[in-house]
């Protein structure tokens, strides 16, 4: 199952709505997770099953999708977001989307 | 808080083999199923293997054709991965990952140990 990620880079300014779309190439159910990774620093998971916060993640971010089409949406970007995040599926062994990097206006 | 600390990496010629040890504390390691995962120096992503918490259940995917094994010490609290036969293309920073909160998600990651395939 291919994984892609849109768009590869965006920046936006503080305080935008800014939206990063993964698709499948085949359904999925609900099976995605979201990471971010900040530069210099390992992967940590930020939203897991399509729309889960994982524990201590700002609820500015959100997830949403199913089937084939997926998004992670940060509702007010801040500083601290500035990172490339990734979806990743598990639906059968996982793979992961290219990744979007983010940045500041 | 869990932890999870890579050693094991560095240069190693093409055809050669490489161990990688991930020492865990700060959670109930044999109680977890753990993953190894890579990020190439294109910052391209790739799960690698997957050890059950009882070791009795591995995965690993097609692409790797064999030449990559994990296994556990749960009396060390310890997670390894054996790379043989290493090729250029293996060049990556190698991450291992505890799954939780379900087995095939990657909760927490450790910082990582980079592999440089080179003659």
């Known amino acids: 199952i291919q994984m892609t990620q849109s768009p590869s880079s965006l920046s936006a300014s503080v305080g935008d709505r800014v939206t990063i779309t993964c698709r499948a190439s085949?359904?999925?159910?609900?099976?995605v997770n979201w990471f971010q990774q900040k530069p210099g620093k390992a992967p940590s998971l930020l939203i897991y099953?399509?729309?889960y916060l994982e524990t201590g993640v700002p609820s500015r971010f959100s997830g949403s999708g199913s089937g084939a089409e997926f998004r992670l949406t940060i509702s007010s970007l801040q500083p601290e977001d500035v990172a490339t995040y990734y979806c990743?599926?598990?639906?059968?062994?996982?793979?992961f989307g290219g990744g979007t990097k983010v940045g500041i206006k | 808080q869990p932890q999870l600390v890579e050693s094991g990496g560095g240069v190693v010629q093409p055809g050669g083999s490489l161990t990688l040890s991930c020492a865990a504390s700060?959670?109930?390691?044999?109680?977890?199923?753990m993953h190894w995962v890579r990020q190439t120096p294109d910052k391209r992503l790739e799960w690698l293997a997957f050890?059950?918490?009882?070791?009795?259940?591995?995965q690993y995917p097609d692409s790797l054709q064999g030449r990559f094994t994990i296994s556990r010490d749960n009396s060390k609290n310890t997670v390894f991965l054996q790379m043989n036969n290493l090729r250029p293309e293996d060049t990556a920073v190698y991450f291992c990952?505890?799954?939780?909160?379900?087995?095939?998600?990657?909760?927490?990651w450790g910082q990582g140990t980079p592999v440089t395939v080179s003659s």
């Open positions: 990952c505890q799954a939780r909160p379900t087995e095939w998600l990657m909760g927490t």
């Open positions: 700060g959670f109930s390691f044999r109680h977890y199923a």
């Open positions: 050890i059950r918490s009882d070791a009795r259940e591995v």
């Open positions: 085949q359904d999925i159910e609900t099976y």
């Open positions: 099953q399509g729309s």
């Open positions: 990743q599926h598990y639906r059968f062994f996982p793979t």
